[in-house]
């Protein structure tokens, strides 16, 4: 029985050593889990604060995003307007008239055979030139990419329009390069010449679109006594306050033109202003009074300008400068030549006394006009072909403005053409510019 009892007792007090044994466990359990729990709080807030700081970069990156994106929707135009006006400040600072020949591989966009304008003058491989390496040149400006002239997109956009040449021979040069390259695309049908052949006009039918030749070498009223050859029977007489009614009585025809002057004003002359002789240039044995031709052309450009700039014409008018020639060893009428078979390169060669003289009046007597021009809504550019023609020496006829001049003398003496240009040449990369500004602005 005692033992029975002290058993009891044992299993009693084992019970309670195991009741406090499990609830002392359960007493740590219980701390544990609270401790746990306290530090798992305790790390979950350090957690925050720690990616708090931690990401903060990362949201300031994406705040930063956000915030220039929304900067951005609003001042987007703003600053597509400031690139829009850097570009179009490019494009004014760009000169398509300053640059460099540079090698054209691929050659002429006509040739003398595929055209049917070109005049005897300047068939120059017609006319047996030997060499073609002046074919193979193009002109880049410096600063702006320059097109090719493109026939379809030009007649294209002509439809229904005239152009006018106004001017000298140069300017007939120049109306045949313009009517060869337009031929791959349409042969322009000749609808009126007067009774020299030396103003003409063409119509291509597909188009409705009209270009003509106006002959007004002084673009002043003139009386001229000179033949095909440039022989004159007398001195021409200029009128230096009327201009030639051949251009002006058809001025607000045209949509288009392109006027010019220059070498013809070099020539011996007589001046009259009021219908009275008021001197002359280069007349020795005339008891006249020596004006030289530095007054006439100031008095004929001034006048012309004048008129284009109180027109209020509708139009794009082009003033083109005069163009030097490059005669070497003489001038046309003494033996000049012209026998370079390559471009210049810059600084190679400058304009000589006279040309410079002309170019002088021409800038200064356009910018005056221009100013005017853009009070009065006249549209008047420059067509600057000055020095990009000084730079050719190689693209003149010289001695093959003749049908084979040396085909029974190989030291025949025969005058040269250093001015006026072969066809194809260098004239065509005229027509990359005139499309450049009238197509382009």
Same mark, same amino acid.
């Given at each position: ?5 002290? $058993? ?21 359990? $219980? ?14 807030? /350090? ?7 931690? *990401? ?16 951005? *929707? ?47 003058? /300047? ?186 700039? =109180? ?34 390169? *810059? ?22 006009? =221009? =100013? ?14 000055? /020095? ?54």
């Amino acid at each position: 029985m005692k033992e029975r009892k002290m $058993a009891k007792e044992m299993r009693f007090d084992w019970k309670i050593w195991s009741f406090h044994k499990y609830k002392h466990i359960f007493v740590r359990i $219980a701390v544990s889990i609270l401790v746990l729990g306290l530090v798992f709080r305790f790390l979950s807030s /350090q957690s925050v604060v720690f990616t708090s700081v931690s *990401e903060r970069p990362f949201i300031d990156k994406v705040s930063a995003r956000n915030d220039s994106a929304a900067a951005s *929707e609003t001042t987007a135009p703003n600053e597509v307007l400031v690139v829009e006006e850097d570009l179009e400040s490019q494009k004014e600072k760009c000169d398509l008239f300053t640059g460099d020949w540079i090698p054209n591989p691929s050659g002429p966009a006509y040739t003398n055979e595929s055209c049917h304008v070109v005049e005897a003058h /300047q068939n120059c491989m017609k006319n047996g030139r030997p060499d073609s390496g002046y074919l193979y040149w193009k002109w880049r400006p410096r600063d702006c990419e320059l097109s090719l002239f493109d026939p379809a997109r030009f007649l294209d956009v002509m439809r229904n329009k005239s152009w006018a040449l106004i001017g000298d021979s140069i300017s007939r040069n120049h109306v045949q390069s313009l009517l060869c390259t337009l031929s791959k695309v349409e042969e322009a049908v000749e609808v009126y010449h007067d009774k020299q052949f030396k103003s003409k006009t063409w119509h291509f039918r597909t188009y409705n679109f009209t270009l003509a030749v106006i002959w007004s070498p002084f673009l002043i009223k003139a009386a001229i006594f000179e033949d095909i050859n440039g022989v004159s029977t007398s001195e021409p007489q200029l009128y230096l306050d009327t201009l030639d009614e051949k251009w002006t009585n058809q001025y607000q025809v045209f949509d288009y033109m392109i006027i010019s002057g220059g070498q013809w004003f070099l020539k011996t002359a007589i001046y009259f202003e009021n219908n009275q002789v008021v001197g002359c240039h280069y007349c020795p044995g005339r008891n006249l009074t020596e004006l030289g031709y530095e007054y006439s052309y100031r008095k004929a450009l001034h006048l012309v300008l004048n008129f284009i700039t =109180a027109s209020n014409h509708k139009g794009l008018i082009l003033f083109r400068t005069s163009t030097p020639d490059h005669f070497e060893n003489g001038e046309w009428f003494s033996g000049g030549t012209c026998e370079r078979t390559v471009p210049f390169k *810059e600084g190679e060669i400058g304009l000589k006394d006279v040309d410079e003289v002309l170019r002088a009046i021409e800038l200064e007597e356009f910018k005056k006009a =221009a =100013a005017i021009a853009s009070e009065s809504g006249v549209n008047l550019k420059l067509l600057d072909t000055n /020095q990009l023609s000084l730079l050719r020496p190689d693209g003149h006829p010289g001695p093959y403005r003749h049908f084979h001049p040396f085909a029974q003398d190989k030291n025949a003496k025969v005058q040269n053409d250093c001015l006026h240009w072969c066809m194809p040449g260098p004239i065509d990369s005229w027509n990359d510019l005139v499309m450049e500004i009238a197509l382009n602005g």
